[in-house]
């Protein structure tokens, strides 16, 4: 076995060496517990904690009026740009307690701290709180009709900001002059995000020093940090932030939440560690919710098919309060690509984000960019279904061609590079499309139906909020090389991308170096893992460590050699000159003594934002009797720029797939109406997406590498998804089509589908 097949990160999980948030615990420490409001909308009358408080082993109960003594600000989110008219997005405060009234259920009330988490949990049942019960709005339907209640005083309708790009009137003009019109709205649900680690967090207040140490899940430790610095009041140096493993992200985990700065505080009033563990429930009311968006979209065409105008009239819900991406989800990043991967001489989008008694919504694999896929590559295939073209080759007469790059759309986005006919037509091919008929007819012998559908789509992946990207190189007292970044790995193998990265560009082995992501006593400039950025963000910085390593060490191996550094030359992973060799890890054990060491140095560089693309076949088998989907066959094809990993590559991709595919077939975060009660309050209740769904599936790529980083990499983590929830409906409705069953929202349920069928014969009889 290679040092390259071999992932750094296996070990510590295998063996269970390695520590995710729960397993950290601290000399002295205490247990929090969270009483969460039990109704979506109520003011708050009264909160009675003394006898909670009088138990033995407790040490504390804060209720918002803590919150408000402490002095601490709000939780920070909202968008910094403007929007229509140049209004500036509404945002209320937001305590990490609630503070005069709820406004979702699940939102912390209370925190009881005790000995230990049973006792504190015990405790909490002894608050008595008086509520007047407000009406409720869940959704942004309800959140914005006429008599609607209002959430936040200063926000009248509870419209929190209305966003617009493009050409309005350039875009009427096309429409009032379209041969052919087509109209589709994309409904994605509400989604609970349920990484297989609850959320935890210990913090730790040292009064002597006045430094927080905060134990963590994470994509970062900047934003997190970021975060509890604008929320507390405190400078970004007195707030060290540890994250070690992290059982799974998707974007939820992006930024701190309210328990994290309630902890801190219990941690700063008592002068002890407080330490935090959710249950899974709390998971579900809690943690962040994703998607949340309707995307009402209107295609124009001439008579050929050839796209003249794409609008948009799109609607966001953020739930009770703003998180940091939220807003940004459902205005820049639904639109920022909402030209998709053809050319559109006219694009204008009008989107309204509204406050709503429901879990704040926030980053969810893909943050937006799956939803305005789908919603395009369904307009592309309802087109050609109305107006009876082939939808390949509706596809084909309207991609942006390779000569046409860099490209800039019409609202203003410009592509650097891709090759979307060449990706599809490999796909086509490695998905056997001209086969498809002779499987349908198969099906059908056996009673049961079969629809094939495609995406082609685009993305854009994280710029970045950062100025740069570091790589630090450190050698320590052994001449042993630490390389320190600030993303954080939550399950895509980092460690074994930079390695192979740098050993690359050293030439020589990498078993001696030793990565570190976010380590709080060593100060580097850089940005999460978030927008599959990473790789090409982090990893660029250590393609470049690379070099300057060699660079700074060359005059030192001179001397070490005793030649002018014109005498030497560097290969595999040593210094030579025409009679020595000097070994690179060598000549850091012989300057060792010295601190710093001498070869220290660090690599950064600006890289923006990249596109990657691709084209996934989804072909499914529907059981009518039952309403059952089984995909059957998936094939995908994704321009990822260059691949440092494929492995790597192909585990991001399927597992983006399957989650997009579990949007598409059964997860929805449903709110009673009525009530606003969660309804999806467990795993009873949320389905989560299993392997069997998909009976096979193949991956290729087609590498257009990108000249905005140092890898020409263009990020994966998200493509999957961003392919999934296009391809997978168009399936469906491919199956369904002939039956009179025209449109079907997320999740496509077996009830569901089969009650369609159902109707669609009944209207034929």
């Known amino acids: 076995m290679t040092e390259e097949s071999i992932r750094r990160e296996d070990a510590p999980l295998l063996i269970g060496t390695g520590r995710f948030t729960a397993d950290w615990n601290l000399p002295g420490q205490l247990y929090a517990f969270f009483l969460r409001s039990d109704r979506p909308h109520a003011e708050i009358v009264s909160v009675d904690s003394r006898a ?8 504390a109960v804060l209720s918002g009026a803590d919150y408000v003594a402490s002095g601490w600000k709000s939780l920070p989110g909202g968008v910094s740009y403007e929007g229509v008219g140049g209004q500036k997005m509404k945002k209320p405060f937001w305590p990490a307690l609630a503070q005069g009234k709820v406004l979702y259920v699940g939102q912390p009330v209370a925190l009881v701290v005790a000995d230990s988490a049973a006792l504190a949990q015990d405790a909490s049942e002894e608050i008595v709180i008086e509520y007047r019960d407000l009406p409720a709005a869940t959704g942004f339907q309800a959140a914005t009709r006429n008599g609607a209640p209002r959430l936040h005083p200063e926000i009248p309708g509870n419209l929190a900001f209305e966003y617009e790009t493009g050409d309005a009137a350039a875009v009427a003009a096309a429409f009032s002059g379209a041969a052919l019109r087509t109209r589709y709205t994309l409904r994605s649900q509400r989604l609970v995000g349920n990484p297989i680690e609850p959320r935890a967090f210990l913090a730790d207040w040292d009064a002597a020093s006045g430094v927080f140490t905060v134990y963590s899940p994470s994509q970062g430790m900047n934003n997190m940090r970021g975060f509890l610095s604008a929320a507390s009041g405190l400078p970004h140096e007195r707030i060290r932030v540890i994250t070690e493993l992290v059982g799974g992200s998707f974007g939820i985990r992006s930024y701190s939440y309210a328990e994290h700065l309630a902890v801190m505080l219990a941690s700063h009033k008592l002068a002890r560690a407080v330490k935090w563990v959710a249950t899974r429930s709390e998971v579900f009311l809690s943690d962040n919710h994703g998607r949340g968006l309707t995307l009402a979209g209107e295609l124009a065409l001439d008579r050929d098919g050839r796209f003249l105008a794409l609008r948009f009239e799109d609607a966001a819900d953020l739930g009770a309060f703003a998180t940091p ?8 990043n639904i639109t920022v690509t909402m030209g998709g991967v053809y050319r559109i001489p006219a694009l204008y989008a009008h989107t309204r984000i509204a406050y709503s008694n429901a879990v704040p919504v926030s980053a969810y694999r893909g943050a937006g960019r799956p939803d305005i896929a789908c919603a395009i590559e369904r307009l592309v295939d309802q087109a050609a279904a109305e107006h009876g073209f082939d939808p390949i080759e509706l596809r084909r007469r309207n991609f942006i061609p390779p000569e046409a790059m860099p490209y800039k759309t019409a609202n203003g986005t410009t592509y650097d590079c891709g090759e979307f006919e060449r990706v599809m037509d490999k796909a086509l091919e490695l998905s056997d499309w001209t086969g498809f008929a002779a499987r349908r007819g198969r099906s059908e012998r056996r009673g049961k139906l079969r629809g094939i559908g495609i995406a082609t789509f685009l993305e854009i992946s994280a710029p970045g909020l950062a100025p740069k990207d570091q790589a630090h190189a450190r050698f320590d007292a052994a001449g042993e090389l630490h390389v320190y970044t ?9 460690e074994s991308a930079f390695a192979r990265i740098l050993g690359e560009g050293l030439g020589a082995p990498t078993e001696g170096i030793r990565f570190h992501e976010g380590d709080p006593d060593v100060p ?15 990893g660029s910085a250590v393609k470049l460590l690379g070099p300057k390593l060699i660079e700074t060490a060359a005059p030192l191996a001179a001397v070490a050699l005793g030649v002018d550094i014109s005498a030497i030359e560097y290969r595999s992973g040593a210094f030579h000159t025409s009679e020595r060799r000097l070994g690179f890890f060598e000549l850091a054990r012989k300057l060792s003594g010295t601190s710093p060491h001498p070869m220290d140095c660090i690599a950064e560089g600006t890289f923006g934002a990249t596109f990657p693309n691709g084209c996934h076949i989804a072909e499914v088998e529907i059981d009518p009797q039952t309403g059952v989907v089984v995909v059957e066959n998936y094939t995908t094809v994704d321009d990822v720029g260059n691949a440092v990993d494929h492995a790597s590559v192909q585990g991001q991709v399927q597992g983006g797939v399957l989650q997009g595919v579990g949007q598409v077939l059964a997860e929805h975060a449903v709110y009673d109406e009525e009530t606003g009660q969660l309804l999806a309050g467990s795993f009873m209740d949320y389905p989560m997406p299993r392997a069997d769904w998909m009976n096979a599936i193949a991956c290729d790529e087609h ?23 296009g391809a997978t409906l168009n399936a469906i409705l491919d199956g369904v089509r002939a039956l009179g069953v025209a449109e079907l929202d997320m999740p496509v349920t077996p009830d569901k589908l089969w009650r369609a069928l159902r109707d669609a014969r009944n209207k034929v009889v």
């Open 524 to 538: 580097v400039v850089g940005n999460g893992t978030g927008g599959s950025r990473s790789l090409y963000g982090a």
């Open 325 to 332: 991406f939220g807003p940004q989800i459902g205005s820049r």
């Open 703 to 725: 590498p257009v590498p990108t000249r905005a980083n140092a890898l020409g990499a263009k990020g994966v983590g998200e493509s999957g998804t961003s392919g999934a929830l």
């Open 486 to 494: 600030v993303s954080q790995s939550t399950g895509q193998g980092h």
């Open 52 to 59: 909670a408080a009088s138990r033995p082993g407790v040490h």
